[in-house]
Nanobody, 122 residues
Framework: QVQLVESGGGLVQTGESLRLSCAAS????????MGWYRQAPGKQRELVAR???????NYADSVKGRFTIAGDNAKNTVYLQMNSLKPEDTAVYYC????????????????WGQGTQVSVSS
């Protein structure tokens, strides 16, 4: 059984910072990718940032220069450092992981965290 446990959301003012964490646990052979998506009310879920097992990253244009994603392969954990937060960053942030598992055979499966609320006041 694989679980993604998120932490670090909250309410901040414009210009402040937050750090999100997401730890994957279970019978994981390898983390292929881990990342963060967000969904604001009335909007579709969108990619914020993603990191691959070799450390390659990609970011949404709206967060480039402000957010930094980092991974700890030994802990199967991903972090999202969010600086210079803006009201438009307000959303529920979801951790996403594509993991290689051994369930009799080797399989790659995608998992989602439960979501953590980030609210930025003006």
């Amino acid at each position: 059984q694989v679980q993604l446990v998120e932490s670090g959301g909250g309410l901040v003012q414009t210009g402040e910072s937050l750090r999100l964490s997401c730890a994957a646990s279970g019978n994981i052979l390898r983390v292929n990718t881990m990342g963060w998506y967000r969904q604001a009310p009335g909007k579709q879920r969108e990619l914020v940032a993603r990191i691959t097992s070799d450390g390659s990253t990609n970011y949404a244009d709206s967060v480039k220069g402000r957010f930094t994603i980092a991974g700890d392969n030994a802990k199967n954990t991903v972090y999202l450092q969010m600086n210079s937060l803006k009201p438009e960053d307000t959303a529920v942030y979801y951790c996403n992981a594509n993991l290689r598992l051994r369930v009799g055979v080797l399989v790659d499966r995608q998992y989602w965290g439960q979501g953590t609320q980030v609210s930025v006041s003006s």
